[in-house]
């Protein structure tokens, strides 16, 4: 499933327009990106969290010429399953 489905699918479920659901699909997915952006955890109770993990700097290698390599350091987002979507999922 991609965006468009899942504001096709919200358009159907709430028989709203497709316009106010895309409206309503962005403003919940930068919402997410945003608090995310500020350091804020994002949880959706019984799918999933969303949190930013921060990493020190290190010395990588280059895997072609394993020449070292200064990896500086570094936020990416971190995704965990809840525990309702695993049981979902693997019924």
């Not at 350091?39 to 109770?45: A, G, L, N, S």
């Not at 072609?64 to 999922?89: A, M, Y």
């Amino acid at each position: 499933m991609n965006k468009l489905d899942l504001i096709s699918a919200l358009k159907m479920e709430t028989e709203i327009s497709k316009t106010e659901a895309s409206m309503a699909v962005h403003i919940f997915f930068n919402s997410m990106a945003d608090a995310m952006a500020r350091d804020e955890r994002v949880e959706v109770r019984g799918l999933c969290s969303f949190t930013v993990k921060k990493y020190k700097d290190y010395i990588g290698r280059n895997p072609k010429t394993g020449e070292k390599v200064h990896i500086s350091e570094k936020k990416l987002p971190f995704f965990k399953c809840g525990k309702e979507l695993k049981d979902r999922v693997d019924y």
